[in-house]
């Protein structure tokens, strides 16, 4: 599933039709961060209002992101290539048919390319190829997964997403409870046990998931429910939580479910399910589950992170 980075501006009403290095002061590169790994990239700039200009009547452009760099204090800046206008298109159209107001942020391609084919837009073919070209991850470990497997990483339901989630844990050794869809009633998708510790878990089929208050309400109370019925039934006493996303947006309020449920949590994507299965894979009987727990972190687990951790 490709990724596009859309950029904001207000700044100038022809500032996305000129090759530049756009900085974006006051922000953190953290939520785009992993694709640096992924240039050159296709991307959408998008004209906005602020500070008594309105350039929302403007067409967003389409982009080539070169390079993206970021300074001591963690903010990004965008090496772009202008490819062309989007006519036909507003951005204040554009905005709206996306949903999404942030200064920068991904869509996916089945997000965007509905949008351009609702009002006739024809993507440049050079622009195109970038989202043909992009293979999620590299084909050196990926080669190792099932196709099934690697199907988290398309488009597909919330539903068959649990379901793959839940087969990745149980392939990686652990006992699978699935809940979410198979069960009514408020509960999480499933918790994986271990001998020793269990993990109560909840999918987020979507790119930059942003941890929301009614999403931390949800998450404190499935876990609070969810560790009484765990240390009743199976006398584990070690329980975490985490959320598996594709990736991530803000990932605050984290510390306030582990205050709220005196649980740890994990913050994993879809790709590290994917790596955490290919070292189950290479490593046979040397991956241990007890090797699991280090990887704890109310940060975005990454693949070094498993390397570090899953040595064999």
């Known amino acids: 599933m490709a990724e596009i980075l ?28 992993h694709l640096k790994n992924t240039l050159p990239l296709a991307g959408i700039g998008v004209y906005t209002k ?10 967003p452009c ?18 772009f290539h202008h490819v062309s206008k989007m006519q036909g298109i507003t951005s204040s159209m554009f905005l709206n048919e996306i949903g999404i107001r942030n200064l920068f942020f991904t869509v996916s391609e089945e997000k ?5 084919e609702k009002f006739g837009i024809t993507p440049p073919p050079e622009w195109q190829k970038l989202l043909e070209a992009k293979t999620p991850l590299p084909s050196s470990w990926l080669d190792w997964i099932g196709k099934r497997f690697k199907g988290i990483l398309q488009t597909i339901s919330n539903n068959e997403y649990e379901d793959r989630i839940a087969e990745i844990f149980q392939a990686l050794g652990f006992e699978v409870e699935q809940q979410g869809h198979k069960q009514e009633g408020e509960y999480p998708d499933g918790i994986a046990y271990s001998k020793d510790f269990a993990i109560i878990y909840d999918c987020k089929n979507r790119n930059n998931y942003f941890l929301n208050a ?8 499935y876990v609070q429910r969810a560790k009484r019925r765990i240390e009743e039934r199976k006398k584990i ?4 939580f985490a959320l598996i996303a594709h990736s991530y947006d ?14 740890k949590g994990f913050l994993l994507t879809s790709e590290v399910m994917l790596y955490l299965l290919y070292k189950k894979l290479s490593l046979g009987p040397a991956f241990l589950l007890a090797d699991f727990e280090e990887l704890i972190s109310n940060q975005v687990i990454k693949i070094q992170d498993i390397k570090n951790v899953c040595r064999g």
């Open 214 to 221: 009614n999403d931390k309400r949800a998450i404190i109370k």
């Open 112 to 116: 965007v390319l509905p949008v351009l």
């Open 50 to 59: 602020g500070k008594d200009r309105d350039f929302t009547a403007q067409p």
């Open 250 to 263: 803000k990932i605050e309020n984290m510390s306030d479910i582990e205050k709220e449920t005196s649980s």
């Open 6 to 33: 859309v950029l904001c501006t207000y700044w100038e009403a022809d500032y996305w039709e000129n090759d530049k290095e756009a900085p974006y002061p006051k922000t953190s590169i953290k939520p785009i961060r």
């Open 237 to 240: 006493e070690k329980i975490h």
């Open 62 to 79: 389409f982009l080539i992101i070169k390079n993206i760099t970021e300074n001591e204090k963690g903010e990004p800046q965008f090496d």
